[in-house]
Structures are given as structure tokens and as C-alpha cells.
């Protein structure tokens, strides 16, 4: 393997995720990759983006995934514009690494699915939490049978408002994550890893989905917080909370708790809370901080072993239609959430579902 | 300081311990009370006939409770009864009722609201120091169980203790509720419920003896998060004691400090009714109303699987 040549990456999409995420982990594989171009509708993100490593810059995707030396591209924008991106991506013979959540629709998916299919190249969605060593150490543990059977999952996220003097992350007016044309609020911009990992740690197909959300945040247009209730082919429960709407220097944390026949699994950002100043009349936590589960570790890793599956030509370590379940599971809440009823799943996903199509 | 003579019918783990309170060397012998020897007692309605006792704590199965309450009532003994105080929805109202119109008085309350975060909880969102309650979050835990008969009175009584709690915390009655029931489990399966309250604020319960034996962790285990407008809130109300782990290959040991125990707790507010005082863990008329409702919609989900609005 050490005398392939590095896999050839064009970026697309040069926002906070790419800074912060995927091009510290190209760095940090320069026997495995070398990023060749960017894109961002921002030039100027795409150029700063692509500076460190001399990588060509361009203002429309399109000329990235048409250059012949590319291979891959890794698509970190917004979920509403993957299917398209993905498309061309596939037309062009690149295989697609792409960030979470897969699309905004389930016809969006499959369509992706397909076209990856079609044209024999491999889409991996980026559920980077599945490469974070505490929930690879979970499913490890789970999988040994170390807490019998899994009877209930919990999920909760809970992130606070800025703190005064910073820019909020997600929510700000003016960005699209709170526009309702292209987003449809929490269970997707953050939630979305809640429903993948029910599933994971479950180890069934939902059969049912109950959740009621809400806006919180003033100005805010789309649902911030919510909350869902699942229930699982073998029986389990599942339940996850997202809410971006603790106040400010509240800790962010990330929670998982598993219950199983003959044991449980806790795992808490404790370490979110590792600065508590006491003052008279009240607490507080400055060293809170905002991005949970933002390991980097994980995004090496998972950029790492996609390549290693481009390369010796291995399945991809999580399959397209994990990705397209954890999606249909969210969307299911939302409906949910906007009938005030449960929906209920078919136990297993529909047979476009299966098979892998796009590995 | 008048001291109160109290007696107790049943025997489950409150009465229990509200006996070792009065042991003899017990570091948590509160003066108000004096206890009544009522363990010879033929039936409960000699102890109702025994002149001396002022106040009745009912610890019989809650199938029982509303018989003996209308019947202590009736008779001019003061009654403290936990959650649930009775089964019926007409049973509650026609307690309730006796004690409005009664000269002795009634303290229906839960082991939640007689911790000190849990009345601290309260206190707060009484005087609005937290805002609108966005959200609120209330899981109640205990090692799973072998003896069905008793873990299902936990259950039974957990599941009220949360669902009144939440509903104490909104302020209001729930608008809709969903609830759904886990794998079985002994004395009950876990239940997860959501509700959905006419303000906008929104709950996330769990109630269920899931925990591994022995738990590693405080018995009953209860977390609380609620996240207002103002000021959000984190706490675990029976944190507050002292936990032996290990020694001799036995299971943990919990024992309560006196001012968060809320058997005591209950004997203080108790006082403060039979003294004509306001009593800080009682559940009142309206909010005994709201409870009831909301236990029939969450009684009626489970059972049809659907949302149900009230």
C-alpha cells in the first residue's frame, strides 16, 4: 500500500466544518492524500482553504469535479445542495466523501445511492461520532456482550446560547440553518447524529417515532430543540434530545447512556465542565465549549479509512444506506413533531436500502 | 411544642423507614411526632379508633389508601399518604374534597418534592427565577428488581412521583402526551413519555427500574434538567447522601443525611399543616387535578399507542 500514490481530494465547501475538521485531518494524512482544489461560492474561503497546500481554488464546484486529477471530493456544505453536488461528483468518476446529513430528503438519498451506483464510485457520509474511539469502545463493548441486551438508548446534546461578545454557531440570524426554505431545524444540523447512533447502539431498524420540538431562540425560524422517542425492532427504546437553547456559560455536553439486561454504558463531556467559577450568588462555566464531540481524531480517522477503502479497494467502513437510515429516522420525527402523532417505520429500510448500492 | 401522635397502616418501605426514624438511638428522631404502636393494631379502623393518634401515615397498597383516608378524615386525623393516593381518578377528587371540607389535614406528596432540590426546584420556578421552561427533562431510575410485588409498587409510585413533578415544574397541565413502554422488566417495563404543554414548554420523562444490580450508582437514581428562559437548572435531588460501596461483597449501602431525607421532610411539612401553616411538598387541589389528568393521558397512550390530547 505505502507505494500507491496519495489519493487526489478536491474540497468542496469551505466553511466552519472544513476549517475545523477536514482539512487539519488531509494534514494529517499526507501519505494517504494531498488536496489538489477547492471550492466555496466564497472565494476567499475556498483560497485560504486551499493556500497551505498549494491547492487550486474555485468559486463553482463544477470546476473541481471535472478536473481529471481529482479522485475524490469531500463535500462539506449544506445537506441541500449534496444531491446535486453528489451527482456530478458521480457523473465525473469521483468517489464521494460527504458531510452529515446526507440530503434533506430520502428522494434526495437514494438519488445520490443511485447515481454513486451507477457510476461505480463509493459515497460515505461523514457520521464522524461512529469513529470517535468512545463510541467505537461502546459498540466494541456492546458487541462482546458486556451489558446483555440492549434494552434502552438515550442520546441527549444540549449546547447553550453564546456567550456575550461571541457569534452563535448554529441559529444566527441570516444563516441557513435557520432559513425553513433549506432546513428543517435541529434534527439534522445536530440531531442527526442521534438518530445514527440510536441505531447503531440499538442494533435494530426503528419500527416507531414519536417527538414534539420547538424554536426556542428569538428570530429563529425553524425548530432548534427536540426531543424523540423510538422504538425498536427487538424491543429497545430509544430517546434523544437536541437543544441549543441553555443559556449562556451553561456546559455543552453530549450524553450517552445505554442500558442493557445485564449491565450500562455512561459516557458524559464531563470534561466540558472542567473550569466551574463560583462567585457570590452564582456559577458559572467559562471554559464551556461549544463543538461536542469535535475530535479530531475521528475525522482523521474516518478520512483515513475511506481512503484506505478507495485504495485497496475494500468496502467503505459505513455504508451510504446507514447514513440514508439515520435520515429517514430523523425525518420520521419531524413528522412526528409537526402532527403530534407517532409514525411508524417498516422494521426494515426499503430494498434500495440494501446491498450497499454506491460502495 | 405540641407533639403529634402518629400512626401508620401498611407496611411498605416508607413506613418501614419512618420506624427506624423512631428507633430508639436513631440520630433522626424528629420531636414533632411521637409514633403510635400500631404494629398490634387488629385492623385499620382499631388504629382509626385509638382517640389518641392525631395523624395517620398510609403506607397500605394504594388500592386501599382511599377507603382508609375518607374514613381518617372523616374521623379528624390529619393523613399523609405519598403518590399514589389512591387508583381512581373519583377516588382522588372525593379525598381531596373530604379534606377541603374536613377539619383535619391532608398531605398528599412524593419522596421528589420532599428533597431539598426538588422543593428548591419548585421555590424557584414558583418566583420565576427560571424563566419560561423551555424544556424539561426528569429520568427516575432504580436497580431492576427480583421481587415483582414490590418493584411494581415502585414502579407505580415513581411514575406518578415524575409525572407530577413535571407537571409541577411547567406550571400548567400538559396540552398532549406519549408514552411507551420498554421490554418487560420485574414489577414493570420502562416507561418513556413526552409532553407537550400549552405554553410551549416541552418534557422528557424516564421512569423505570433499568439499572444494573447493584447500581453503581444512588438508589433511586433521579436526574433533573430544565432549561428556562432565565437560568437552566441541572441536579440529581437524592445525590445528597452517603454512599458505602463494597465491604464485605454486600451491594452499596445508601443512608440519607437528616435534612435531605425525605421521609423527614414529609413528618416537617406534616407539622406545618397540623400547625395551620402552608406546607411546601403538598400537592394541592388543582394541581391534584392536573396529576390526575395527566396520568389518565399517559395511562390511555399506553395502552393505544397514540398521542393523547387533553
Known amino acids: 500500500m505505502g507505494d500507491k500514490p496519495p489519493i487526489r481530494i478536491g474540497l468542496i465547501g469551505c466553511g466552519s466544518i ?54 475524490m471530493v469531500l463535500l462539506a456544505t449544506p445537506e441541500y445542495l449534496h444531491r446535486e453536488q453528489v451527482e456530478a461528483a458521480a457523473a465525473n468518476g469521483k468517489h464521494v466523501l460527504c458531510e452529515k446529513p446526507m440530503a434533506p430528503s430520502l428522494a434526495d438519498a437514494d438519488r445520490m445511492i443511485g447515481a454513486c451506483a451507477s457510476a461505480g464510485v463509493r459515497l460515505m457520509v461523514a457520521h464522524s461520532r461512529r469513529f470517535t474511539r468512545r463510541y467505537q469502545a461502546v459498540r466494541e463493548a456492546i458487541d462482546r456482550g458486556d451489558i446483555g441486551e440492549v434494552m434502552m438508548v438515550r442520546e441527549n446534546e444540549r449546547r447553550s446560547r453564546p456567550l456575550p461578545g ?58 432548534d430543540f427536540i426531543t424523540l422517542t423510538v422504538k425498536f425492532a427487538n424491543g429497545a427504546l430509544g430517546s434523544a434530545e437536541v437543544s441549543n437553547c441553555w443559556p449562556a456559560g451553561y456546559p455543552s455536553y453530549h450524553q450517552l447512556e445505554l442500558y442493557g439486561t445485564s449491565g450500562m454504558i455512561r459516557s458524559r463531556d464531563s470534561e466540558q465542565q472542567g473550569l466551574i467559577r463560583f462567585r457570590p450568588g452564582a456559577a458559572d462555566f467559562p471554559g464551556s465549549y461549544h463543538r461536542l464531540l469535535h475530535v479530531q481524531d475521528a475525522y482523521t480517522t474516518e478520512l483515513g479509512l475511506f481512503v484506505r477503502a478507495l485504495r485497496d479497494d475494500l468496502p467503505v467502513p459505513l455504508p451510504a444506506s446507514e447514513a440514508r437510515a439515520a435520515l429517514r429516522l430523523g425525518l420520521a420525527a419531524v413528522a412526528s413533531a409537526k402532527s403530534g402523532m407517532p409514525v411508524t417505520l417498516g422494521a426494515q429500510p426499503s430494498p434500495q436500502d440494501q446491498g450497499g448500492a454506491g460502495q | 411544642m405540641t407533639v403529634h401522635k402518629l400512626g401508620i397502616i401498611g407496611s411498605d418501605r416508607r413506613a418501614a423507614a419512618l420506624r427506624a426514624r423512631f428507633a430508639p438511638g436513631s440520630p433522626f428522631a424528629f420531636g414533632d ?43 379528624g386525623k390529619a393523613v399523609l399518604a405519598a403518590l399514589p393516593l389512591a387508583m381512581t381518578i373519583a377516588d382522588m377528587a372525593a379525598i381531596s374534597a373530604a379534606a377541603v371540607t374536613g377539619s383535619a389535614p391532608l398531605l398528599v406528596t412524593s419522596d421528589l418534592r420532599c428533597t431539598l432540590a426538588g422543593r428548591s426546584l419548585l421555590e424557584m420556578r414558583t418566583a420565576g427565577d427560571l424563566g419560561h421552561p423551555h424544556s424539561i427533562y426528569l429520568a427516575s431510575r432504580w436497580p431492576q428488581a427480583n421481587d415483582d410485588r414490590s418493584a411494581a409498587a415502585q414502579q407505580t409510585e415513581r411514575l406518578w412521583e415524575a409525572v407530577d413533578f413535571m407537571i409541577a415544574l411547567a406550571g400548567e397541565s400538559p396540552s398532549r402526551l406519549f408514552a411507551i413502554e420498554g421490554r418487560p422488566l420485574p414489577g414493570g417495563p420502562l416507561v418513556l413519555f413526552n409532553a407537550r404543554f400549552g405554553s410551549g414548554t416541552i418534557g422528557t420523562g424516564e421512569v423505570g427500574g433499568i439499572l444494573p444490580k447493584p447500581a453503581p450508582v444512588h438508589d ?29 461483597g454486600e451491594p452499596a449501602a445508601v443512608a440519607t443525611s437528616w435534612h435531605n431525607d425525605p421521609v423527614i421532610n414529609m413528618l416537617v411539612d406534616l407539622a406545618e399543616l397540623l400547625a395551620g401553616r402552608s406546607a411546601a411538598s403538598a400537592i394541592g387541589p388543582e394541581a391534584l387535578q392536573r396529576l390526575i389528568g395527566g396520568m389518565a393521558a399517559l395511562e390511555s397512550s399506553l395502552v393505544g399507542g397514540a398521542a393523547v390530547s387533553l
Open chain 1, 18 to 71: 472544513a476549517a475545523s475538521a477536514h482539512l487539519p485531518a488531509i494534514a494529517r494524512l499526507p501519505q494517504l492524500v494531498r488536496l489538489v482544489a477547492t471550492a466555496d461560492v466564497n472565494l476567499e474561503a475556498a483560497t485560504q482553504a486551499a493556500a497551505e497546500a498549494g491547492a487550486e481554488a474555485y468559486s463553482d464546484y463544477r470546476q473541481v469535479v471535472e478536473r481529471p486529477d481529482i479522485d
Open chain 1, 166 to 223: 461571541e457569534e452563535g454557531y448554529y441559529w444566527r440570524a441570516g444563516h441557513w440553518t435557520s432559513d425553513p426554505a433549506v432546513s428543517v431545524g435541529a434534527i439534522l444540523t445536530n440531531g442527526i447524529h442521534e438518530t445514527d447512533l440510536l441505531r447503531w447502539f440499538a442494533g435494530a431498524e426503528p419500527v416507531a417515532v414519536y417527538a414534539e420540538h420547538s424554536t426556542t431562540i428569538e428570530g429563529n425560524q425553524v425548530p
Open chain 2, 33 to 75: 411526632f411521637q409514633l403510635a404502636d400500631t404494629a398490634a393494631a387488629a385492623s385499620w379502623q382499631a388504629v382509626l379508633k385509638d382517640r389518641s393518634i392525631d395523624a395517620l401515615y398510609l403506607g397500605c397498597p394504594p388500592g386501599q389508601r382511599a377507603e382508609i383516608a375518607l374514613a381518617a378524615l372523616s374521623a
Open chain 2, 220 to 248: 433511586p437514581e433521579t436526574e433533573i434538567e430544565i432549561a428556562g428562559t432565565l437560568a437552566a437548572v441541572r441536579c440529581e435531588p437524592y445525590r445528597e447522601t452517603v454512599q458505602v460501596v463494597g465491604g464485605k
